[in-house]
């Protein structure tokens, strides 16, 4: 399944549990920036770097008027564990429907060992304070993509 998504584009609106069981949505950041990091699962080695990564960095993040949210199909109470284990400031949304994981494009196949399922690409978008999408990052590797993001946020 690929993407239709690209730059410039609006954003898809969503409307998810986030973690401490508040709800969250799009139209709550408008007037900022917003990064979106998709996620394949909480408490995974580079899960919980990227996490950590993104945690570090936000008040740089604040201070260029960008928000962070990170997205996987994760329960809220695993969010919640996740977040108090490692301390996490950044806010985690639950998609166990995987409604938002398909509209953004990362809900795909992966093939791992010759097995193929249905899993969650890491992925990041940047959307603008009009609700746009600024940049995307597929298939992420997590040493220093916190940088990067940081940099793009910076320069909007």
Not at 59 to 68: C, G, L, P, V, Y
Not at 109 to 137: D, P, S, V
Request: net charge neutral; proline share 3%.
């Amino acid at each position: 399944m690929t993407n239709a998504l690209a730059l410039n584009d609006i954003a898809p609106q969503f409307s998810l549990e986030a973690d401490g069981g508040r709800t969250v949505a799009l139209k709550d950041y408008a007037g900022q920036k917003l990064v979106i990091y998709f996620y394949p699962k909480d408490d995974t080695p580079g899960c919980t770097t990227e996490a950590i990564d993104f945690t570090t960095h936000i008040k740089a993040f604040t201070a260029a008027n960008t928000q962070i949210i990170g997205v996987s199909a994760d329960s809220v109470e695993k969010h919640d564990k996740f977040k108090a284990k490692h301390n996490l400031s950044v806010t985690l949304l639950s998609d166990p429907e995987q409604k938002m994981l398909q509209a953004y494009g990362v809900w795909v196949e992966k093939n791992m060992y010759g097995r193929k399922y249905m899993g969650i690409e890491r992925a990041t978008f940047l959307i603008n304070e009009a609700g746009n999408i600024q940049q995307i990052w597929r298939k992420v590797k997590v040493k220093g993509h916190v940088a990067a993001v940081l940099e793009a946020a910076q320069g909007a």
